[in-house]
């Protein structure tokens, strides 16, 4: 009896150990340096700039830093962090950031013109890891990038794959609050300036200056916007209407199924955010500006959708707030790390 016991269970104490050994191996952080080596590229969002990352990314290169060994990773020394922000300060000297950000010339401008923008920093960034690591990677078609976008930036670098079907190099793209159907908020851009209208008109027409109310109302909310990084009649805005041009014809191109596209979707409970949620009609919730169907990519009508390597990700932030409160996750998406 003692004989068959041992001849059942040895193997299978054998077959534990031998897992356990392949699971140690293909978890552990040096495993993941060898298989995900590639320069992260910040895009940011309307109104905004590079500085929308001074959170996530240190906290990206603080794993690189703790895993991949910047003396001898060849991406960690590449990534240079080009960003400025909107004074022309640049934070990207820091030490603990290794990745590359994208300030646009234009914060207003419509996403189709920032194509080239982005078009250009992936294609440097290439050049850099090639011309200064020729000996760490066999071609320079191999080399790939992750892009990570927020908001309008997620539309920008889902022009520019549409662009580039079969030579983008881009190895994953993570949205965080995109817009890929655009948003009702935008649709009532005249508003404020309607308002303006009715009470100076209002003052004039009948000698009374309780009208100018609605003109402090129009002025109120067009600063607090403008404040928040949005210029109501910009291209950009013109842009993120729901069915906007530009989005009826980016939703209906299919997207290169040889990318990893993942979705951080923002559903706020702060007060202000649930307020606006409901004000604007967001029946499922949102990040109080974007509605949580117009930030997955399930439902902009995308025609080869079911083909995407795609997963979606949940984070309780307002839209503006987003960059920084969605570390933990990017960093969990891209490096496959949760533990810093």
């Given at each position: 009896?003692?004989?068959?016991?041992?001849?059942?269970?040895?193997?299978?104490?054998?077959?534990?150990?031998?897992?356990?050994?392949?699971?140690?191996?293909?978890?552990?952080?040096?495993?993941?340096?060898?298989?995900?080596?590639?320069?992260?590229?910040?895009v940011?969002?309307?109104?905004?700039?590079?500085?929308?990352?001074?959170?996530?990314?240190?906290?990206?290169?603080?794993?690189?830093?703790?895993?991949?060994?910047?003396?001898?990773?060849?991406?960690?020394?590449?990534?240079?962090?080009?960003?400025?922000?909107?004074?022309?300060?640049d934070?990207?000297?820091?030490?603990?950031?290794?990745?590359?950000y994208?300030?646009?010339?234009?914060?207003?401008?419509?996403?189709?013109?920032?194509?080239?923008?982005?078009?250009?920093?992936?294609?440097?960034?290439?050049?850099?890891?090639?011309?200064?690591?020729?000996?760490?990677?066999?071609?320079?078609?191999?080399?790939?990038?992750?892009?990570?976008?927020?908001?309008?930036?997620?539309?920008?670098?889902?022009?520019?794959?549409?662009?580039?079907?079969?030579?983008?190099?881009v190895?994953?793209?993570?949205?965080?609050?995109?817009?890929?159907?655009?948003?009702?908020?935008l649709?009532?851009?005249?508003?404020?300036?309607?308002?303006?209208?009715?009470?100076?008109?209002?003052?004039?027409?009948?000698?009374?200056?309780?009208?100018?109310?609605?003109?402090?109302?129009?002025?109120?909310?067009?600063?607090?916007?403008?404040?928040?990084?949005?210029?109501?009649?910009?291209?950009?805005?013109?842009?993120?209407?729901?069915?906007?041009?530009?989005?009826?014809?980016?939703?209906?191109?299919?997207?290169?199924?040889?990318?990893?596209?993942?979705?951080?979707?923002?559903?706020?409970?702060?007060?202000?955010?649930?307020?606006?949620?409901?004000?604007?009609g967001?029946?499922?919730?949102?990040?109080?500006?974007?509605p949580?169907?117009?930030q997955?990519?399930?439902?902009?009508?995308?025609?080869?959708?079911?083909?995407?390597?795609y997963?979606?990700?949940?984070?309780?932030?307002?839209?503006?707030?987003?960059?920084?409160?969605?570390?933990?996750?990017?960093?969990?998406?891209?490096?496959?790390?949760d533990d810093?």
């Amino acid at each position: 009896m003692h004989g068959v016991k041992q001849l059942i269970l040895r193997p299978l104490l054998d077959y534990i150990c031998i897992f356990a050994l392949i699971s140690s191996i293909f978890c552990s952080p040096s495993f993941a340096a060898r298989v995900l080596p590639y320069p992260v590229i910040f895009v940011h969002g309307i109104g905004d700039s590079s500085v929308a990352w001074k959170v996530t990314g240190p906290k990206l290169s603080e794993y690189y830093e703790k895993y991949y060994k910047s003396d001898t990773h060849p991406y960690f020394r590449a990534g240079s962090g080009i960003g400025k922000n909107r004074d022309d300060k640049d934070f990207s000297d820091n030490p603990r950031n290794s990745c590359v950000y994208v300030t646009f010339k234009d914060y207003y401008a419509s996403p189709a013109s920032q194509v080239s923008e982005l078009s250009k920093v992936i294609e440097d960034t290439i050049e850099e890891v090639w011309d200064n690591f020729p000996d760490d990677v066999s071609s320079k078609e191999d080399i790939k990038v992750i892009l990570v976008s927020h908001s309008i930036g997620g539309l920008v670098c889902r022009k520019y794959i549409t662009e580039h079907p079969d030579d983008h190099q881009v190895y994953m793209l993570t949205t965080i609050d995109a817009l890929n159907t655009g948003t009702p908020a935008l649709q009532l851009r005249w508003a404020p300036y309607a308002l303006d209208g009715i009470g100076i008109v209002g003052a004039v027409a009948f000698s009374n200056p309780w009208f100018l109310g609605f003109t402090a109302i129009g002025v109120t909310a067009d600063l607090l916007l403008h404040r928040g990084g949005i210029r109501l009649l910009s291209p950009a805005a013109a842009s993120l209407r729901p069915n906007s041009q530009f989005l009826k014809e980016l939703n209906t191109l299919p997207l290169p199924t040889n990318i990893k596209y993942r979705a951080i979707i923002s559903n706020s409970t702060a007060p202000l955010a649930k307020l606006s949620n409901a004000t604007l009609g967001f029946k499922k919730g949102g990040d109080g500006a974007v509605p949580i169907e117009s930030q997955s990519l399930k439902y902009a009508g995308i025609p080869n959708f079911l083909s995407l390597d795609y997963e979606e990700y949940t984070i309780d932030s307002p839209h503006f707030e987003a960059p920084s409160k969605a570390a933990p996750v990017v960093t969990k998406i891209v490096a496959g790390c949760d533990d810093i």
